[in-house]
């Protein structure tokens, strides 16, 4: 079992910078890959970036290449997502969810945070 509190969300301004951390219980973090989701209103859930169990492997969606950073601490059982230039586009609710391997979609992922909101203003 896996409980996963997502924090850091907030408004911002197109062109700034969030970071976004989700904390887990449970002593077996360190054996599941991670994955970071966002969901607009009114679509659907959507892959953001993944990262598996030992932080070696990262992969992000195109849109967020280059803006967006995950990383992970297994000692603190946490994993954040770096974001910078801020677009409109990203605003969401963003989540964090835990997988027994890195994957892209979203019924993969067996344990979901609550989630928290981004808004990214003009």
């Known amino acids: 079992q896996v409980q996963l509190v997502e924090s850091g969300g907030g408004l911002v301004q197109a062109g700034g910078s969030l970071r976004l951390s989700c904390a887990a219980s449970?002593?077996?973090?360190?054996?599941?890959?991670m994955g970071w989701f966002r969901q607009a209103p009114g679509k659907k859930r959507q892959f953001v970036a993944a990262?598996?169990?030992?932080?070696?492997?990262?992969d992000y969606t195109d849109s967020v290449k280059g803006r967006f950073t995950l990383s992970r601490d297994n000692a603190k059982n946490t994993v954040d997502l770096q974001m910078n230039s801020l677009k409109l586009e990203d605003t969401a609710v963003y989540y964090c969810?835990?997988?027994?391997?890195?994957?892209?979609?979203?019924?993969?992922?067996?344990?979901w945070g609550q989630g928290t909101q981004v808004t990214v203003s003009s």
């Open positions: 969810a835990a997988a027994p391997h890195l994957a892209y979609d979203p019924t993969e992922y067996g344990y």
């Open positions: 449970g002593r077996t973090f360190s054996s599941y890959a």
């Open positions: 990262i598996n169990w030992s932080g070696g492997i990262t």
